[in-house]
């Protein structure tokens, strides 16, 4: 594809010189990918909007515009880009909250090197197929029906054949399938074939899930039941009930968590 031949691009957005220093030379050295960096929200949002990079790297507290607002700013402003939010003050509920308001994934400062240079890759491929998904829209009229797909090929009308008939039954779907082969977007064609289609689909990273919140984030909790649970509220499973849940990444979550997901999921029953 025409987009995977650019130059990768990718803004770092902290108020901490170290920190955007120390990245720039990991992400260059070891992505190949042509690094930006910006001290403050609105510098950011004034960068992205020119450059068009393919990732975000942003902090969430910083002077001014904080990492919520600067967030909301680049989904509005191009929904395709992918970003990952970093956090030095141990706030992981802060972390969850912008993973819901639109962020890919979140890590605690300090972090490994490794891990950084592995979620930029998978946020990088995530970008690169939603472009080109976006292209195939504009490009090809030959085929377009609900599900969402676009094109003419015998092994696409094959695999509409089988979302067709798996959409009517309320069966539970594993979808496999390497990084960047469309797995998401096959989970939103057996959506918006199915009956379900009015209601929510609902997206979960499940590597991004810290283990302190799995429960939480999940099964929802009541008020009072932990420190820091100011008010009640319904887990995941709660709130995509009478639409789809599409538990990505579920491979990278620990045993016992994929454990309890395993049970929910054979009783279709929250308890």
């Known amino acids: 594809m025409e987009q995977l031949e650019k130059e990768k691009k990718v803004l770092i957005v902290d108020d901490e ?22 001290e403050s929200g ?29 967030l909301r700013r680049l989904v509005r402003f191009d929904p395709t880009l992918t970003t990952i939010i970093m956090t030095g003050y141990g706030t992981i509920e802060m972390a969850v909250q912008a993973l819901k308001e639109g962020a890919y994934d979140f890590f605690e400062k300090p972090f490994d090197n490794d891990q950084i240079v592995h979620a930029v890759t998978r946020a990088m491929e995530r970008t690169m197929l939603l472009r080109e998904n976006l292209q195939l829209q ?8 609900d599900s969402g797909f676009v094109g003419k090929s015998k092994k696409l009308h094959q695999v509409l054949d089988l979302l067709q008939r798996l959409a009517p039954s309320r069966a539970t779907v594993l979808i496999r399938g390497e990084s960047g082969t469309g797995k998401e977007l ?59 849940l599409f538990l990505d990444e579920i491979g990278d979550m620990p045993l016992t968590q994929q454990s309890k997901l395993l049970r929910i999921i054979e009783e279709k029953k929250v308890s």
């Open 186 to 244: 096959i989970a939103q064609g057996i959506h918006h074939m199915s009956k379900r289609k009015n209601n929510i689909f609902y997206s979960v990273n499940c590597s991004a899930i810290p283990e302190t919140l799995f429960e939480s984030e999940f099964f929802g909790h009541l008020k009072g039941s932990f420190t820091g649970a100011h008010d009640s509220r319904e887990g995941w499973f709660e709130i995509a009930n009478g639409g789809s």
């Open 138 to 145: 504009y490009r090809l009229t030959e085929y377009r029906d």
């Open 42 to 70: 609105d510098e950011g949002v004034t960068i992205a909007e020119a450059w068009m990079p393919d990732v975000v790297l942003t902090d969430i507290k910083m002077p001014g515009m904080d990492g919520f607002g600067f």
């Open 17 to 38: 010189r170290d920190m955007l220093l120390l990245l720039r030379k990991v992400l260059t050295k070891k992505c190949g990918c042509a690094v930006k960096m910006a």
